[in-house]
């Protein structure tokens, strides 16, 4: 699925070519497994995450939720697709991981109530799946949800596409200017590694991030 938009394109808009997306069963980007790069950071980098609330947007079948998610960390994955998430959560009760440290909900992620702050945000294949119009909402959603201390975890994808694209996608090219640009206000980078594992059709188009609410 590709398309050309010079535009701004509204939240509807692109609420409507996710669930189709959905509807269809095209969902191409789907990798069948947590992301290596997430793996690492956690596993081998020995990353310490806060505890208490985290949220991850667009979380598809929920591998990455799942894998964050633990006792001390209770996430929410969150999607506009009823049909992704009724398959996360069926996937989770397969894999006898209990609701009280994961859940799917159908959410839009720039609508909907915050009760209460996010201490963990994790970003992969979502900001890349937005229109480049509509970065700066990203940036001041993540801000509004996220609690001062709080971990948003941002894998940059694409990295590899040619200047003239950057309005032909998703996913549309982005780079690390790209997330400074709407981030650097409310957020600081705390961690960046140019040289994470990643599947293998994604190498070397990938960069793990970590960035902390000021």
Not at 24 to 35: A, H, L, N, V
Not at 82 to 93: E, S
Request: negative net charge.
């Amino acid at each position: 699925m590709s398309y050309k938009r010079t535009t701004p394109v509204t939240p509807d808009e692109y609420n409507k070519i996710w669930y189709n997306c959905w509807n269809e069963g095209r969902t191409m980007w789907d990798k069948g497994d947590i992301s290596p790069a997430l793996r690492e950071l956690i596993e081998e980098k020995k990353w310490s995450l806060p505890s208490g609330e985290g949220i991850v947007p667009g979380c598809g079948r929920g591998y990455d939720a799942m894998f964050l998610a633990s006792s001390d960390l209770h996430i929410v994955g969150a999607d506009i697709s009823q049909i992704a998430v009724d398959t996360a959560n069926k996937l989770r009760d397969e894999k006898g991981i209990s609701s009280s440290f994961v859940d799917f909900k159908v959410m839009d992620f720039f609508n909907f109530e915050v009760t209460n702050k996010y201490q963990v945000a994790y970003d992969y294949t979502f900001f890349c799946a937005l229109h480049p119009s509509m970065r700066k909402s990203w940036g001041d959603r993540y801000a509004e949800i996220m609690a001062s201390g709080g971990h948003l975890i941002a894998l940059m994808y694409p990295l590899w596409k040619d200047e003239k694209d950057r309005d032909i996608g998703p996913p549309f090219l982005l780079t690390e200017d790209d997330y400074h640009q709407v981030l650097d206000d409310n957020f600081e980078l705390i961690h960046i590694d140019p040289k994470c594992k990643t599947h293998d059709t994604r190498a070397g188009h990938e960069i793990i991030t970590v960035w902390r609410r000021k």
